[in-house]
C-alpha cells in the first residue's frame, strides 16, 4: 500500500472529509485532493502532521510497517 491510499484509508476509516484533513495541514480541499490523488507531493512537514493527528508513525503512513 502507498502513502496515497494510507492517506485515503485513514480519512475514510474516521469518516472525515478532505476539507477536514486540508485544514489540519493548512492547505485547500483542492491542494489535499491533489496529493491524495498523485497530482501533488507530500511535503515532510505535512506527513508529520498527518501523523501525529491520526496517531501513527511515518513508517506506518508510508507503507513500510502494517501496525
Known amino acids: ?3 496515497r491510499d494510507r492517506m ?3 480519512r475514510e476509516d474516521r469518516d472525515l472529509t478532505q476539507q ?3 485544514g489540519i495541514i493548512h492547505k485547500s480541499q ?3 485532493s491533489h496529493i491524495e490523488s498523485g497530482r501533488a507531493e507530500l511535503k515532510i512537514d505535512d506527513l508529520i ?3 501525529d493527528f ?3 508513525s511515518a ?3 508510508i507503507g513500510r ?3
Open 1 to 3: 500500500m502507498n502513502y
Open 8 to 10: 485515503r484509508e485513514l
Open 20 to 22: 477536514q484533513i486540508a
Open 30 to 32: 483542492q491542494g489535499y
Open 49 to 51: 502532521k498527518l501523523c
Open 54 to 56: 491520526y496517531g501513527v
Open 59 to 61: 513508517d506506518y503512513f
Open 65 to 67: 510497517a502494517e501496525k
